[in-house]
């Protein structure tokens, strides 16, 4: 089991910044691959970012390539999500995801274990 635990939502407005992260429990963080997805209002979730187990391999959504970045700290058992030159359209419920590969994917029905979100908010 693994238990992950966002932070770092907020309201900013269009242009600025906002850091995400991801705290997760368990011992071989290593050994999972790490999902960033979002949700807005009436949409449906959409993938924004994955990482490796490694970190040496990340895949970003077309919307957000070049704004996010996705990194993670293994020996803190922490992903991040750094968010520049946010958009409006950037709104939207953050969660984090894990699965218990190496490899990283797009794909969020490969992902086993999620966070309860967290809310970003850019005013225009």
Known sequence: QVHLVES?????????????????????????????????????REFVAAISGSGQTAYYADSVKGRFTVSRENAKNTVYLQMNSLKPEDTAVYYC?????ALASRNSNSYNYWGQGTQVTVSS
């Open 8 to 44: 770092g939502g907020g309201l900013v407005q269009a242009g600025g910044s906002l850091r995400l992260s991801c705290a997760a429990s368990g011992r071989t963080f290593s050994s999972y691959s790490m999902g960033w997805f979002r949700q807005a209002p009436g949409k449906e």
């Open 97 to 101: 995801a894990s699965r218990p590969y």
